[in-house]
């Protein structure tokens, strides 16, 4: 791609990581877990927003991070799925920056990585959520 786009990069930890802005909904306080007997590894459980039940996704499982970080805040972002427009759920630790910037062939081997952005002098892993949720649930 050598149009500048719009991202939302977002702390999960000691690393930062971005979306394209255009799958992000919101931005939201950590609201009520709650948890269920399932069989999903990927899910942490599900939060309820405006009626709808959204799932949760252990982000750093799916990225295989040392460990989780404490959740301030939930990323609510819009997952394309068979035609149908499906919401779902990821912890973020920290305050996250709406950016303008280039995509770069990614330098990750992680799954889910779909290229990488140069910002404020940093670079960041730019995920793409279907292909990291596959990922998670093939292993």
């Known amino acids: 791609m050598s ?8 702390p999960a930890g000691a690393t930062q990581y971005a979306l394209p802005a255009a799958c992000v909904a919101e931005l939201i306080l950590a609201q009520q877990l709650y948890r269920f007997p399932h069989t999903s590894r ?3 459980g599900v939060i309820v927003r405006r009626g709808k039940v959204i799932p949760l996704y252990d982000l750093a499982g799916l990225l295989q991070l040392p460990q989780p970080a404490p959740a301030h805040y939930h990323l609510i972002a819009v ?3 068979a035609g149908t427009t499906e919401l779902m759920a990821i912890p973020v630790s920290g305050e996250c ?6 995509v770069l ?3 990750s081997s992680l799954p889910g990585v779909v290229g990488e952005l140069a910002w404020n002098g940093r670079s960041y892993d730019l995920l793409d959520l279907d292909k990291l949720i596959a990922a998670g649930s093939t292993e």
Request: hydrophobic share 50%; aromatic share 8%; no cysteine.
């Open 97 to 102: 920056d709406l950016v303008s910037a280039e």
């Open 105 to 107: 062939p990614a330098n």
């Open 3 to 10: 149009e500048t786009e719009k991202f939302v990069v977002f």
């Open 42 to 44: 990927e899910i942490l």
């Open 79 to 81: 997952r394309p799925a």
